[in-house]
């Protein structure tokens, strides 16, 4: 089982380009198959939830190959065949195929897709909404029997402004004759970037980035080409680590505005952060001070994606700081892993209380999650002595090369594959 081995200590210093969005690539996978066409996906990051997709793209009858960071996926030979048991619990998120599914092939036979880390992971508001746009689903024995004659356009409300729900929503609203008003939809900058993939494919869609999206459906859509948004919680990572461990990092291909909340709450904690069209540099002593409650929200509030990597940069700060996770119910499983490096933080519930402490000692911890994983590391390069992180596979669904990129800029970190 890979681990990585870590040494504190060292400040970070140096440039780095930053990946593209996996939770922008996910649903442009699944948005693929709303043309028989071919697609060309520029600036994709290599991730374990993207290869899961393409295996999902390819059972379902599709070709994908890469060229360096591009994906080429051509959907003309799909079969409109059954999503495996196995391949829908190897990723929460693949559920975001349902709805483009429903709008080429008019059925889905999919299972339920189970719980993760976080908590349950609930999917009424994904139903709901392929309900109102004329699918039935049925759930019988673990498995969901979808089927759509011909999909209609609908208005629809959504209770919570739910990411994955609103791209499920879209990407069926395509296939639906008609026009669909999606309201109370989320915000965040990868619904942006997903409706501007379904309009390069000629899909006539309003609004994303607002709380009212407009999709005029039933339009037949063809191929595009495609570049992926920079992954905002991933730079919101390096941002962390480099906060936590001290020293002045530059990050490439960022788009500032996408992760406003988290540089503001790092200039707070003493950070001197500096910003242009696209890259962000932050420069750090490493001794924080500690900030103002963190609430996580729907963007544009602070994103429940970067709390543990936030909050894994202010253990060693002067002071105590207050962390409320509104989004997911059980999103500090990393506390535990913290405390064994010396972390002071109690938690209840929603709420999190990190007692800043002067030193964090190395310590063997296992990831517990995906941004609980990245918190681990960010711990770790701010503790005296060495560290390991095992469980690599959840940080190897969002992060692409975690180790070589936080080691390009001077960590004394490896990652060991046995
Ligand atoms: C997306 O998950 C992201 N994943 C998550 O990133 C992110 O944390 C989350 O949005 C919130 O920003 C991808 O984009 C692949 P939600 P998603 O539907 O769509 C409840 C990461 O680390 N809910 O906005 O699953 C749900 O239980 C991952 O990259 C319902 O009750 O999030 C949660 O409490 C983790 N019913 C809240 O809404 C539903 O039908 C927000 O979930 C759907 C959701």
Not at 221 to 239: E, F, K, M
Request: with cysteine; hydrophobic share 40%.
């Amino acid at each position: 089982m890979s681990y990585l081995k870590l040494s504190g200590g060292p400040a970070l210093q140096g440039e780095l380009a930053v990946q593209g969005a996996k939770n922008s690539v996910l649903p442009i996978l699944a948005a693929t198959l709303l043309s028989a066409g071919e697609c060309v996906i520029h600036n994709c990051p290599k991730l374990k939830d993207v290869d899961a997709s393409i295996r999902i793209l390819q059972t379902l009858g599709c070709r994908a190959r890469w060229e360096g960071h591009t994906l080429i996926v051509d959907t003309a030979g799909m079969t409109c065949g059954e999503i495996p048991d196995g391949l829908m619990r190897e990723m929460r998120s693949s559920v975001i195929f349902l709805g483009a599914i429903l709008a080429r092939c008019g059925r889905s036979v999919l299972s339920y897709p189970g719980g993760c880390e976080l908590g349950p992971r609930p999917i009424d508001l994904h139903l709901a909404a392929l309900q109102a746009l004329g699918a039935g689903i049925e759930e019988r024995g673990g498995n969901l029997y979808c089927s759509a004659g011909k999909l209609h356009g609908s208005e629809i409300t959504l209770s919570l402004p739910s990411v994955g729900a609103t791209e499920n929503t879209l990407l069926a609203a395509c296939g639906a004759e008609g026009t669909t008003v999606l309201c109370n939809a989320a915000r965040e900058p990868e619904i942006v970037d997903l409706q501007n993939f379904l309009r390069a494919m000629g899909a006539d869609i309003h609004g994303a980035g607002s709380s009212t999206i407009v999709v005029r459906g039933g339009k037949p859509l063809h191929g595009c080409t495609h570049t992926v948004i920079s992954d905002r919680i991933a730079a919101a990572t390096y941002l962390s680590a480099a906060a936590a461990a001290g020293g002045d990092v530059l990050l490439r291909q960022v788009d500032y505005r996408h992760l406003s909340t988290v540089t503001a709450a790092l200039k707070e904690a003493g950070c001197t952060v500096h910003s242009g069209s696209d890259w962000v540099r932050l420069r750090s002593r490493g001794a924080l001070r500690a900030i103002r409650p963190v609430r996580t929200a729907p963007y544009p509030g602070f994103p429940t994606d970067a709390q543990a990597v936030l909050m894994a940069a202010m253990l060693r700060s002067r002071g105590t700081t207050l962390f409320i996770e509104n989004i997911f119910e059980n999103r500090y499983r990393h506390v535990a892993e913290l405390l064994r490096m010396g972390a002071n933080i109690r938690t209840e519930g929603r709420v999190a209380v990190v007692c800043g402490v002067q030193t964090l000692h190395g310590a063997k911890t296992v990831a517990t999650d995906l941004r609980g994983g990245a918190g681990l590391v960010i711990a770790a390069l701010a503790a005296e002595g060495e560290s390991e992180i095992a469980a690599l596979e959840h940080i190897d669904r969002g992060y692409e090369d975690l180790a070589g990129n936080l080691a390009s800029l001077g960590a004394q970190i490896v990652r060991v594959d046995k």
